[in-house]
Nanobody, 123 residues
Framework: QVQLVESGGGLVQAGGSLRLSCAASGLTFSSYAMGWFRQAPGKEREFVATINWSGRNTHYADSVKGRFTISRDNAKNTMYLQMNSLKPEDTAVYYC????????????????WGQGTQVTVSS
């Protein structure tokens, strides 16, 4: 059974940093691309960042480019999202998701999802 568990969320002041983690089990981690999505209150879930199976290819939403960095450690079955220069508009529940091999910004292409972790950025 595939399981994705996010951690690292919390409350931070604007300009601060957080690092989210997504630990995966029940799958051959190195065969899967991964993505981060987020959902703010009253809004639809949106793409944040994605990374392919090897970690060599990444893609970011324009709103986080230059501030967020996605990475993965295939030896630890874990993906990360380093978030710097956080803004109040980054406040959301952050979800990780997996799909076979290739990175994608389209949530409908992802097979499995975590339960999410709350990130709150105060002004």
């Amino acid at each position: 059974q595939v399981q994705l568990v996010e951690s690292g969320g919390g409350l931070v002041q604007a300009g601060g940093s957080l690092r989210l983690s997504c630990a995966a089990s029940g799958l051959t981690f190195s065969s899967y691309a991964m993505g981060w999505f987020r959902q703010a209150p009253g809004k639809e879930r949106e793409f944040v960042a994605t990374i392919n199976w090897s970690g060599r290819n990444t893609h970011y939403a324009d709103s986080v480019k230059g501030r967020f960095t996605i990475s993965r450690d295939n030896a630890k079955n874990t993906m990360y999202l380093q978030m710097n220069s956080l803004k109040p508009e980054d406040t959301a529940v952050y979800y990780c998701a997996v799909r076979k091999l290739y990175a994608s910004e389209y949530e409908g292409q992802y097979e499995y999802w975590g339960q999410g972790t709350q990130v709150t950025v105060s002004s």
